[in-house]
């Protein structure tokens, strides 16, 4: 698996691990393999469920408590109470430490979320009815297109059913990826639950996120969108492999790495607002008039990354 560098066309396929990166049908969340992923995982297991299960069991002793210390039987003469001051100070108190306890971690949690590292590499995810494909523009631009796997194929390849795909994502070890993320039909939405990635993927516009993975493996996710007849049958698989390996597929796609051949372009690409979905409203909007091909709506965005001159260049050598 490690020495593939010299087989280039062919590139070994990593095989899923049980309990890794798909459902094994436990409670709770799937174990988390990136920096975002572990921090949410923590909040959700640490500071959520503990606060929800001990509120619930509060509520349903004091309730029970109520219900036989003050039944009708034992109290034939009513109580006249309506206030009691002290009371009511700790129960609108207590909920209000509560909440503030909850929401210093989920809005740093948040704004994690929103302010990734500067990206090492960019795929483009385009959601069809009923499939994926993913393009690599730092690397010749080379695009993919990832099918769900027969029953057949995925038992003979060792692979869960309905996970399975025939081409998947492959991307590097320890790099921050950053995915755009659109539509050519309908709303489908990306997602890699042990990633904690999830992205709509909406016509005509680009949405952003981003995901940093070290350990390589098999990842399988799903369309999260309920988007038409095929919905179930659109999976995702992410394949994370060290670099080297990451760049004898790409050479067996037939792309190029970025440092080998266009230096200045990837440069460019790397300085582009990483979480900056504004210029792309107006550059998206029109093309969308125009073609709701979204390869046509993703180039129109990234020229602006790009030097406007290359931009030129390329349309020129392009159809005009
Ligand atoms: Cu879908």
């Known amino acids: 698996m490690v020495n593939v560098a010299q087989a280039a066309p062919q590139v070994a396929r990593a095989t899923p691990t049980p309990g890794i990166g798909q459902p094994d049908g436990r409670l709770g969340v799937q174990d988390q ?6 921090e949410a995982a923590w909040f959700h297991n640490v500071i959520l469920m503990p606060i929800i299960v001990a509120i619930s069991i509060f509520v349903l002793i004091l309730m029970l408590y109520v219900i036989v210390r003050y039944r009708r039987s034992a109290h034939p003469n009513r109580s006249r109470t309506t206030h009691i001051t002290l009371i009511e100070v700790i129960w609108t108190l207590v909920p209000v430490i509560i909440l503030v306890a909850i929401a210093v971690p989920s809005i740093k949690l948040l704004a994690n979320q929103y302010s990734p590292p500067k990206a090492d590499l ?13 393009s690599y523009p730092d690397n010749g631009d080379f ?5 769900v796997l027969s029953d057949a194929d995925a038992r003979a390849r060792g692979e869960p059913r309905l996970l399975g795909v025939d081409e998947r994502m492959v991307v590097p070890a320890g790099a921050t990826v ?6 050519n039909d309908v709303i489908h939405s990306f997602g890699v639950p042990a990633f904690w990635t999830k992205m709509d993927a909406v016509p005509g516009r680009l949405n ?9 493996g098999l990842y399988y996710g799903n369309c999260f969108e309920l988007c038409g007849a095929r ?12 670099p080297a390996q990451f760049a004898a597929w790409v050479a067996s796609k037939g792309g190029t790495m970025p440092g080998a051949v266009a230096p200045t372009s990837s440069d460019a690409t790397q300085n582009s607002p990483i979480s900056n979905p504004v210029p792309t409203a107006t550059a998206g909007g029109s093309a969308t008039e125009t073609s709701p091909e979204p390869s046509n709506l993703i180039d129109a965005t990234a020229t ?5 001159q290359g931009a ?3 349309r020129r050598g392009g159809t005009n």
């Open 143 to 147: 695009e993919i297109v990832s099918n």
């Open 208 to 216: 952003e996120t981003w995901f940093k993975v070290d350990r390589p």
């Open 304 to 308: 602006p990354a790009v030097s406007t």
């Open 231 to 242: 919905h179930a049958y659109m999976p995702v698989a992410v394949e994370v492999v060290p």
């Open 178 to 183: 950053k995915l755009i993320v659109t539509s």
């Open 312 to 314: 030129t260049n390329s």
């Open 122 to 134: 960019t795929v483009k995810v385009v959601g069809n009815q009923w499939y994926w494909t993913y």
């Open 33 to 38: 393999f990136t920096p975002i992923g572990e």
